[in-house]
Protein backbone atom coordinates (compact mmCIF):
# COMPACT_ATOMS: atom_id res chain seq x y z
CA UNK A 1 0.00 0.00 0.00
CA UNK A 2 1.22 3.37 -0.50
CA UNK A 3 2.06 5.38 2.31
CA UNK A 4 3.19 9.35 2.93
CA UNK A 5 7.02 8.58 3.82
CA UNK A 6 9.50 5.63 3.68
CA UNK A 7 10.40 6.40 7.10
CA UNK A 8 9.31 8.67 9.82
CA UNK A 9 11.38 9.41 12.73
CA UNK A 10 9.42 10.38 15.97
CA UNK A 11 11.45 12.92 17.96
CA UNK A 12 14.70 15.46 16.27
CA UNK A 13 17.17 14.79 19.10
CA UNK A 14 20.54 13.76 18.51
CA UNK A 15 19.63 10.21 17.51
CA UNK A 16 16.70 11.61 15.61
CA UNK A 17 18.62 13.44 13.31
CA UNK A 18 21.31 10.96 12.86
CA UNK A 19 19.71 7.85 12.02
CA UNK A 20 17.50 10.54 9.47
CA UNK A 21 20.49 11.37 7.97
CA UNK A 22 21.92 7.89 7.76
CA UNK A 23 19.52 6.61 5.99
CA UNK A 24 19.14 9.64 3.76
CA UNK A 25 23.46 8.57 3.11
CA UNK A 26 22.83 4.82 2.80
CA UNK A 27 20.00 5.68 0.28
CA UNK A 28 21.68 8.02 -1.60
CA UNK A 29 18.72 10.60 -0.98
CA UNK A 30 16.33 8.32 -2.71
CA UNK A 31 13.98 7.56 0.27
CA UNK A 32 10.97 10.03 1.69
CA UNK A 33 12.55 10.18 5.06
CA UNK A 34 10.33 12.64 7.94
CA UNK A 35 11.69 13.53 11.08
CA UNK A 36 8.91 15.02 13.83
CA UNK A 37 9.76 16.81 16.94
CA UNK A 38 7.45 18.79 18.94
CA UNK A 39 10.12 21.70 19.45
CA UNK A 40 9.71 24.45 17.10
CA UNK A 41 13.02 24.64 14.81
CA UNK A 42 14.88 27.16 17.21
CA UNK A 43 14.35 25.06 20.13
CA UNK A 44 14.99 21.67 17.82
CA UNK A 45 16.18 18.84 20.34
CA UNK A 46 14.88 20.58 23.24
CA UNK A 47 14.74 17.66 25.90
CA UNK A 48 12.67 19.15 28.64
CA UNK A 49 11.11 22.45 29.90
CA UNK A 50 14.64 23.42 31.72
CA UNK A 51 16.20 22.81 28.23
CA UNK A 52 19.04 20.37 26.40
CA UNK A 53 19.52 18.92 29.67
CA UNK A 54 23.18 16.87 29.60
CA UNK A 55 26.42 15.85 30.73
CA UNK A 56 27.44 17.31 27.15
CA UNK A 57 30.58 14.89 27.29
CA UNK A 58 31.00 12.39 24.30
CA UNK A 59 34.20 10.58 22.92
CA UNK A 60 35.77 11.31 20.35
CA UNK A 61 35.89 7.28 19.37
CA UNK A 62 32.08 7.48 18.70
CA UNK A 63 32.02 10.87 16.93
CA UNK A 64 34.71 9.18 14.41
CA UNK A 65 32.76 6.13 14.26
CA UNK A 66 29.82 8.09 12.75
CA UNK A 67 32.15 10.49 10.43
CA UNK A 68 33.85 6.85 9.01
CA UNK A 69 30.50 5.85 8.05
CA UNK A 70 28.14 8.60 6.78
CA UNK A 71 30.52 11.50 6.41
CA UNK A 72 29.04 13.60 9.29
CA UNK A 73 31.55 15.72 11.18
CA UNK A 74 31.10 17.86 14.02
CA UNK A 75 33.16 21.07 15.17
CA UNK A 76 32.85 24.40 16.74
CA UNK A 77 30.31 25.42 18.14
CA UNK A 78 28.61 22.21 18.93
CA UNK A 79 31.85 20.97 19.78
CA UNK A 80 32.58 23.68 22.55
CA UNK A 81 36.07 22.12 24.36
CA UNK A 82 38.06 19.02 23.51
CA UNK A 83 39.16 16.77 27.03
CA UNK A 84 42.41 14.53 27.02
CA UNK A 85 40.46 12.19 29.18
CA UNK A 86 38.44 11.35 32.69
CA UNK A 87 39.80 11.22 36.28
CA UNK A 88 37.41 9.75 39.06
CA UNK A 89 38.57 10.11 42.47
CA UNK A 90 37.60 8.40 45.63
CA UNK A 91 35.70 9.28 48.22
CA UNK A 92 38.30 10.51 50.26
CA UNK A 93 40.44 11.88 47.29
CA UNK A 94 43.45 9.93 47.53
CA UNK A 95 43.20 7.51 44.68
CA UNK A 96 42.65 9.12 41.39
CA UNK A 97 42.38 7.13 38.58
CA UNK A 98 43.30 8.78 34.83
CA UNK A 99 41.07 7.16 31.95
CA UNK A 100 42.51 8.90 29.28
CA UNK A 101 40.81 8.95 25.68
CA UNK A 102 40.31 12.04 24.17
CA UNK A 103 36.84 13.53 24.36
CA UNK A 104 34.17 16.22 23.81
CA UNK A 105 32.27 18.36 25.44
CA UNK A 106 29.39 19.40 23.23
CA UNK A 107 26.98 22.66 23.12
CA UNK A 108 23.89 20.52 23.15
CA UNK A 109 21.59 23.34 22.50
CA UNK A 110 23.56 24.61 19.01
CA UNK A 111 24.15 20.64 17.92
CA UNK A 112 20.96 20.37 16.75
CA UNK A 113 21.27 23.13 14.35
CA UNK A 114 24.37 21.59 13.29
CA UNK A 115 22.43 18.25 12.65
CA UNK A 116 19.21 20.05 10.83
CA UNK A 117 21.51 21.41 8.10
CA UNK A 118 23.01 18.09 8.07
CA UNK A 119 19.67 16.45 7.21
CA UNK A 120 17.82 19.00 5.41
CA UNK A 121 21.08 19.26 3.41
CA UNK A 122 20.57 14.96 2.71
CA UNK A 123 17.15 15.66 1.46
CA UNK A 124 15.57 14.91 5.17
CA UNK A 125 12.24 16.52 5.68
CA UNK A 126 11.24 18.45 9.16
CA UNK A 127 7.86 18.54 11.01
CA UNK A 128 7.87 20.69 14.41
CA UNK A 129 5.61 21.50 16.78
CA UNK A 130 3.86 18.39 16.60
CA UNK A 131 3.16 16.20 19.88
CA UNK A 132 3.03 12.55 19.03
CA UNK A 133 0.41 10.66 21.16
CA UNK A 134 0.52 7.20 19.72
CA UNK A 135 1.04 4.55 16.67
CA UNK A 136 -0.87 4.10 13.61
CA UNK A 137 -1.28 0.48 12.96
CA UNK A 138 -2.98 -2.17 10.93
CA UNK A 139 -3.33 -5.95 11.57
CA UNK A 140 -0.08 -6.77 13.47
CA UNK A 141 2.07 -3.54 11.96
CA UNK A 142 3.11 -0.54 12.90
CA UNK A 143 2.19 2.37 10.03
CA UNK A 144 2.56 5.59 10.70
CA UNK A 145 1.76 7.99 13.92
CA UNK A 146 -0.56 10.11 14.98
CA UNK A 147 -0.54 13.54 17.26
CA UNK A 148 -1.22 17.11 17.73
CA UNK A 149 -0.07 19.56 15.29
CA UNK A 150 0.65 22.77 18.22
CA UNK A 151 0.56 25.63 15.57
CA UNK A 152 -2.77 24.63 13.69
CA UNK A 153 -4.67 22.96 16.33
CA UNK A 154 -5.36 19.90 14.32
CA UNK A 155 -4.61 16.51 14.30
CA UNK A 156 -1.37 15.16 12.80
CA UNK A 157 -1.79 12.05 11.05
CA UNK A 158 0.97 10.24 8.53
CA UNK A 159 1.70 7.09 7.43
CA UNK A 160 5.22 5.24 6.69
CA UNK A 161 6.59 2.35 5.20
CA UNK A 162 8.99 2.10 9.25
CA UNK A 163 8.50 4.65 12.17
CA UNK A 164 12.09 4.64 14.35
CA UNK A 165 11.17 5.80 17.67
CA UNK A 166 13.39 8.17 18.99
CA UNK A 167 11.47 10.07 21.48
CA UNK A 168 13.21 9.58 24.96
CA UNK A 169 13.50 7.38 28.09
CA UNK A 170 9.92 8.01 28.74
CA UNK A 171 8.80 7.20 25.12
CA UNK A 172 4.78 7.07 25.11
CA UNK A 173 5.01 4.92 21.65
CA UNK A 174 6.90 2.02 23.07
CA UNK A 175 5.06 2.12 26.74
CA UNK A 176 1.39 1.90 24.38
CA UNK A 177 2.90 -0.06 21.60
CA UNK A 178 -0.15 -2.14 20.57
CA UNK A 179 1.19 -4.43 18.21
CA UNK A 180 2.70 -8.11 20.00
CA UNK A 181 6.30 -7.96 20.05
CA UNK A 182 9.13 -9.03 22.33
CA UNK A 183 10.22 -4.92 23.05
CA UNK A 184 10.13 -4.46 26.53
CA UNK A 185 7.28 -1.52 26.94
CA UNK A 186 8.50 -0.08 30.67
CA UNK A 187 10.97 0.31 32.77
CA UNK A 188 11.89 -0.25 36.03
CA UNK A 189 12.18 2.74 38.18
CA UNK A 190 15.09 1.52 40.07
CA UNK A 191 16.84 1.23 36.84
CA UNK A 192 16.63 5.25 36.32
CA UNK A 193 18.74 7.89 37.71
CA UNK A 194 17.45 11.14 38.69
CA UNK A 195 20.08 13.30 37.40
CA UNK A 196 20.42 17.30 37.07
CA UNK A 197 23.16 19.60 36.58
CA UNK A 198 24.27 23.40 36.08
CA UNK A 199 26.52 25.23 33.41
CA UNK A 200 28.31 27.69 35.20
CA UNK A 201 30.95 30.82 34.01
CA UNK A 202 32.90 31.31 37.33
CA UNK A 203 36.22 32.77 38.82
CA UNK A 204 38.96 30.50 39.09
CA UNK A 205 39.68 30.77 43.26
CA UNK A 206 42.98 28.94 43.21
CA UNK A 207 44.06 25.33 41.11
CA UNK A 208 43.62 22.16 42.23
CA UNK A 209 42.65 19.87 39.50
CA UNK A 210 40.86 17.54 42.38
CA UNK A 211 37.81 19.46 41.85
CA UNK A 212 38.00 21.47 38.21
CA UNK A 213 40.75 20.01 35.22
CA UNK A 214 40.05 22.50 31.90
CA UNK A 215 41.68 19.06 30.60
CA UNK A 216 39.65 16.33 31.77
CA UNK A 217 36.38 15.16 32.85
CA UNK A 218 36.22 14.78 36.62
CA UNK A 219 34.07 12.33 38.29
CA UNK A 220 33.41 12.11 42.43
CA UNK A 221 32.63 8.48 43.58
CA UNK A 222 30.83 9.21 46.89
CA UNK A 223 27.83 7.50 48.15
CA UNK A 224 26.92 10.73 50.90
CA UNK A 225 27.54 13.06 48.17
CA UNK A 226 26.10 11.30 45.42
CA UNK A 227 24.35 7.79 46.63
CA UNK A 228 23.92 5.41 43.75
CA UNK A 229 25.55 7.70 41.23
CA UNK A 230 28.09 10.18 41.44
CA UNK A 231 28.78 13.78 41.17
CA UNK A 232 30.63 15.63 37.89
CA UNK A 233 32.51 18.58 36.86
CA UNK A 234 33.14 18.71 33.01
CA UNK A 235 34.83 21.76 31.89
CA UNK A 236 33.24 23.97 29.20
CA UNK A 237 36.39 25.87 28.91
CA UNK A 238 38.64 27.38 31.48
CA UNK A 239 36.30 28.96 33.53
CA UNK A 240 33.17 27.22 32.31
CA UNK A 241 31.72 24.21 33.72
CA UNK A 242 28.67 21.48 33.41
CA UNK A 243 28.26 20.48 37.03
CA UNK A 244 26.00 18.01 38.58
CA UNK A 245 24.95 14.53 39.42
CA UNK A 246 23.09 11.37 39.58
CA UNK A 247 21.71 9.72 42.37
CA UNK A 248 19.35 6.47 42.71
CA UNK A 249 16.21 7.21 44.21
CA UNK A 250 16.73 4.05 46.86
CA UNK A 251 20.21 4.97 47.82
CA UNK A 252 19.05 8.76 47.73
CA UNK A 253 16.24 7.92 50.42
CA UNK A 254 18.14 5.71 52.56
CA UNK A 255 20.97 8.47 52.84
CA UNK A 256 18.60 10.93 53.49
CA UNK A 257 16.87 8.72 56.19
CA UNK A 258 20.19 7.65 57.63
CA UNK A 259 21.55 11.30 58.13
CA UNK A 260 18.62 12.55 59.38
CA UNK A 261 18.29 15.46 56.38
CA UNK A 262 15.37 15.60 53.42
CA UNK A 263 17.28 17.14 50.47
CA UNK A 264 15.72 17.43 47.29
CA UNK A 265 17.86 16.66 44.65
CA UNK A 266 18.97 20.64 43.67
CA UNK A 267 19.72 21.05 47.10
CA UNK A 268 22.32 18.13 47.11
CA UNK A 269 23.66 19.53 43.78
CA UNK A 270 23.68 23.19 45.30
CA UNK A 271 25.47 21.63 48.21
CA UNK A 272 27.96 20.11 45.79
CA UNK A 273 28.88 23.21 43.82
CA UNK A 274 29.21 25.42 46.95
CA UNK A 275 31.43 22.23 48.85
CA UNK A 276 34.12 22.64 45.53
CA UNK A 277 36.64 25.23 46.32
CA UNK A 278 38.37 26.24 43.32
CA UNK A 279 34.48 27.62 42.02
CA UNK A 280 34.23 31.18 43.37
CA UNK A 281 31.83 33.31 42.43
CA UNK A 282 29.46 31.38 39.85
CA UNK A 283 27.01 32.86 37.06
CA UNK A 284 24.42 31.05 35.04
CA UNK A 285 25.48 30.67 31.70
CA UNK A 286 23.41 33.05 29.42
CA UNK A 287 23.70 34.33 25.74
CA UNK A 288 22.96 32.35 22.61
CA UNK A 289 24.63 29.39 22.86
CA UNK A 290 23.42 28.37 26.36
CA UNK A 291 19.94 30.24 26.74
CA UNK A 292 17.78 28.47 28.32
CA UNK A 293 19.76 25.84 29.37
CA UNK A 294 22.16 26.80 32.15
CA UNK A 295 19.84 24.77 34.82
CA UNK A 296 18.02 21.33 34.37
CA UNK A 297 17.10 18.03 35.57
CA UNK A 298 15.99 14.82 34.07
CA UNK A 299 15.75 11.06 34.26
CA UNK A 300 18.53 8.62 32.67
CA UNK A 301 18.35 4.82 32.58
CA UNK A 302 21.10 3.06 33.89
CA UNK A 303 20.31 -0.70 33.07
CA UNK A 304 20.91 -2.83 29.76
CA UNK A 305 19.50 -1.88 26.33
CA UNK A 306 16.02 -2.81 25.10
CA UNK A 307 16.04 -6.97 24.90
CA UNK A 308 14.41 -6.46 21.34
CA UNK A 309 14.95 -3.12 19.49
CA UNK A 310 12.30 -3.94 16.84
CA UNK A 311 9.18 -5.04 15.57
CA UNK A 312 7.30 -5.14 12.77
CA UNK A 313 7.55 -1.64 10.94
CA UNK A 314 9.07 -0.01 14.08
CA UNK A 315 12.66 0.26 15.86
CA UNK A 316 13.85 1.92 18.98
CA UNK A 317 17.14 4.47 18.91
CA UNK A 318 19.17 5.89 21.66
CA UNK A 319 17.10 6.66 24.65
CA UNK A 320 13.86 5.09 24.22
CA UNK A 321 15.88 2.43 24.02
CA UNK A 322 17.43 2.49 27.51
CA UNK A 323 20.71 2.64 25.46
CA UNK A 324 22.75 4.99 28.55
CA UNK A 325 25.38 3.38 29.40
CA UNK A 326 24.69 1.11 33.17
CA UNK A 327 28.05 2.21 34.86
CA UNK A 328 28.17 6.17 33.83
CA UNK A 329 24.64 7.20 32.27
CA UNK A 330 26.55 8.31 29.33
CA UNK A 331 23.99 8.43 26.28
CA UNK A 332 25.61 10.29 23.81
CA UNK A 333 27.67 7.23 22.61
CA UNK A 334 25.51 4.83 22.50
CA UNK A 335 22.93 6.85 20.46
CA UNK A 336 25.31 8.22 18.23
CA UNK A 337 26.78 4.13 17.12
CA UNK A 338 23.20 2.86 17.05
CA UNK A 339 21.42 5.70 14.96
CA UNK A 340 24.13 5.24 12.60
CA UNK A 341 23.80 1.75 12.39
CA UNK A 342 20.10 1.87 12.34
CA UNK A 343 19.85 4.10 9.48
CA UNK A 344 22.01 1.89 7.45
CA UNK A 345 19.86 -1.40 8.29
CA UNK A 346 16.46 0.01 7.98
CA UNK A 347 17.74 1.11 4.32
CA UNK A 348 18.34 -2.17 3.38
CA UNK A 349 14.96 -3.18 5.01
CA UNK A 350 13.12 -0.82 2.84
CA UNK A 351 15.13 -1.93 -0.32
CA UNK A 352 14.18 -5.54 0.31
CA UNK A 353 10.71 -4.58 0.89
CA UNK A 354 10.27 -5.94 4.42
CA UNK A 355 10.51 -3.65 7.17
CA UNK A 356 9.01 -6.83 9.86
CA UNK A 357 10.37 -7.91 12.84
CA UNK A 358 12.39 -10.44 10.93
CA UNK A 359 13.44 -7.85 8.04
CA UNK A 360 14.62 -5.96 11.04
CA UNK A 361 16.19 -7.93 13.26
CA UNK A 362 19.65 -7.71 12.12
CA UNK A 363 19.68 -4.31 13.91
CA UNK A 364 19.52 -6.02 17.04
CA UNK A 365 22.52 -7.56 16.41
CA UNK A 366 24.46 -5.25 14.43
CA UNK A 367 24.24 -2.86 17.50
CA UNK A 368 24.84 -5.84 19.87
CA UNK A 369 27.65 -6.77 17.90
CA UNK A 370 29.38 -3.15 17.95
CA UNK A 371 28.37 -1.83 21.41
CA UNK A 372 25.54 -3.66 23.14
CA UNK A 373 27.48 -6.91 24.14
CA UNK A 374 28.94 -5.24 27.30
CA UNK A 375 26.18 -4.03 28.66
CA UNK A 376 24.35 -6.54 30.85
CA UNK A 377 27.94 -6.87 32.70
CA UNK A 378 28.27 -3.06 33.41
CA UNK A 379 24.79 -3.30 34.71
CA UNK A 380 25.46 -5.54 37.32
CA UNK A 381 28.71 -4.15 38.07
CA UNK A 382 26.70 -0.86 38.77
CA UNK A 383 24.21 -2.76 41.32
CA UNK A 384 26.97 -4.52 43.12
CA UNK A 385 28.88 -0.65 43.04
CA UNK A 386 25.57 1.19 44.63
CA UNK A 387 26.04 -1.42 47.50
CA UNK A 388 29.19 -0.21 48.26
CA UNK A 389 30.45 1.72 51.34
CA UNK A 390 32.72 4.88 50.89
CA UNK A 391 35.39 2.99 52.85
CA UNK A 392 34.65 0.06 50.23
CA UNK A 393 35.19 2.12 47.57
CA UNK A 394 38.50 4.40 48.85
CA UNK A 395 39.77 0.74 49.38
CA UNK A 396 39.05 -0.66 46.35
CA UNK A 397 39.60 1.77 44.19
CA UNK A 398 43.19 1.84 46.03
CA UNK A 399 44.10 -1.88 45.70
CA UNK A 400 42.12 -3.71 42.88
CA UNK A 401 42.04 -1.64 40.52
CA UNK A 402 45.04 -2.75 37.67
CA UNK A 403 46.20 -0.95 34.20
CA UNK A 404 44.65 -3.54 32.58
CA UNK A 405 41.48 -2.85 34.36
CA UNK A 406 41.51 1.11 33.78
CA UNK A 407 42.27 0.28 30.03
CA UNK A 408 38.89 -1.92 30.42
CA UNK A 409 37.07 0.84 31.87
CA UNK A 410 38.45 3.70 29.49
CA UNK A 411 37.23 1.45 26.38
CA UNK A 412 33.38 1.21 28.09
CA UNK A 413 33.77 -2.48 28.69
CA UNK A 414 33.76 -4.44 32.40
CA UNK A 415 37.02 -4.76 34.60
CA UNK A 416 38.48 -7.94 35.29
CA UNK A 417 40.10 -7.76 38.47
CA UNK A 418 42.64 -9.82 38.12
CA UNK A 419 44.75 -8.49 40.72
CA UNK A 420 42.10 -9.43 43.61
CA UNK A 421 42.93 -13.43 43.20
CA UNK A 422 46.75 -12.67 43.35
CA UNK A 423 46.06 -10.23 46.56
CA UNK A 424 44.99 -13.13 48.43
CA UNK A 425 45.23 -13.27 52.46
CA UNK A 426 46.62 -9.70 52.03
CA UNK A 427 42.81 -8.24 52.10
CA UNK A 428 42.68 -6.14 55.24
CA UNK A 429 38.88 -6.71 56.97
CA UNK A 430 36.40 -8.97 56.49
CA UNK A 431 33.93 -6.38 53.98
CA UNK A 432 36.98 -6.12 52.20
CA UNK A 433 37.23 -9.84 51.22
CA UNK A 434 33.59 -9.73 50.62
CA UNK A 435 34.40 -6.94 48.17
CA UNK A 436 37.08 -9.22 46.50
CA UNK A 437 34.56 -12.11 46.45
CA UNK A 438 32.23 -9.82 44.72
CA UNK A 439 34.71 -7.84 41.95
CA UNK A 440 35.30 -11.79 41.56
CA UNK A 441 31.96 -12.75 40.89
CA UNK A 442 30.78 -9.84 39.01
CA UNK A 443 33.64 -10.51 36.09
CA UNK A 444 32.67 -14.13 35.49
CA UNK A 445 29.50 -13.08 35.33
CA UNK A 446 30.33 -10.59 32.89
CA UNK A 447 32.48 -13.13 30.81
CA UNK A 448 29.17 -15.40 30.74
CA UNK A 449 27.05 -12.40 29.69
CA UNK A 450 28.80 -11.27 26.76
CA UNK A 451 29.27 -14.80 25.80
CA UNK A 452 25.19 -14.86 25.73
CA UNK A 453 25.00 -11.51 24.34
CA UNK A 454 27.50 -12.91 21.36
CA UNK A 455 25.03 -15.16 21.05
CA UNK A 456 21.56 -13.61 20.28
CA UNK A 457 19.70 -15.30 17.76
CA UNK A 458 19.66 -15.16 14.18
CA UNK A 459 15.99 -14.79 14.04
CA UNK A 460 12.92 -13.77 16.33
CA UNK A 461 12.18 -17.40 16.36
CA UNK A 462 15.13 -18.30 18.49
CA UNK A 463 14.47 -15.38 20.98
CA UNK A 464 12.37 -16.74 23.80
CA UNK A 465 14.84 -19.28 24.73
CA UNK A 466 17.68 -16.75 24.54
CA UNK A 467 15.69 -14.64 27.25
CA UNK A 468 14.84 -17.27 29.30
CA UNK A 469 18.77 -17.98 29.78
CA UNK A 470 19.63 -14.10 30.56
CA UNK A 471 16.95 -13.51 32.72
CA UNK A 472 18.31 -16.58 35.04
CA UNK A 473 21.41 -15.22 34.95
CA UNK A 474 19.98 -11.35 35.81
CA UNK A 475 17.86 -12.66 38.60
CA UNK A 476 21.05 -14.83 39.80
CA UNK A 477 23.38 -11.75 39.88
CA UNK A 478 19.92 -9.47 40.99
CA UNK A 479 19.60 -11.58 44.54
CA UNK A 480 23.16 -10.94 45.10
CA UNK A 481 23.13 -7.20 45.15
CA UNK A 482 19.56 -6.59 46.08
Known amino acids: MKRDYDIIVAGGGLAGLIVATSAAYYSHQSLKILVIDRNAIPQQGKKTVSGWVCGDAVGKNTVDYMTERIKISWGYPEIEHPVKGVI ?21 RLLPQRQLKDATKAGVEIKERVALRSLIVEGNTVIGVEGDDLDNKTVFKKTAKLVIDCTGVTSVLRTNLPIKSFIQRRINRDDLEATGRYIY ?40 VNIGLGVQQKAFDMRNKAMGVHPDLKTLIDEYVEANPVIKNPRLADGASDDGNAWGTWQVSVRRQNDC ?128 EDLRYCANMNKVLVDHYYNYPEAPEGFPEWHKTLTKHLEEAFAKYK
Open 309 to 436: LVANGYMLVGDSAWMPKPLDAGGIGPAIIAATIAGKDAVEALQAGDTSEKGLWKYNKHFINDYGYKTAGLEVFRRMLQGLTNEQINYGMKHFLSKMDIDKITKGEHPEFSTVDKLGMMIRGAMNKKLA
Open 201 to 240: NFDLAYDDKTFFDPDYCIIHLDQKLAPGGYGWVFPKGKSK
Open 88 to 108: AYSPDHETGISFDGEGYILNR
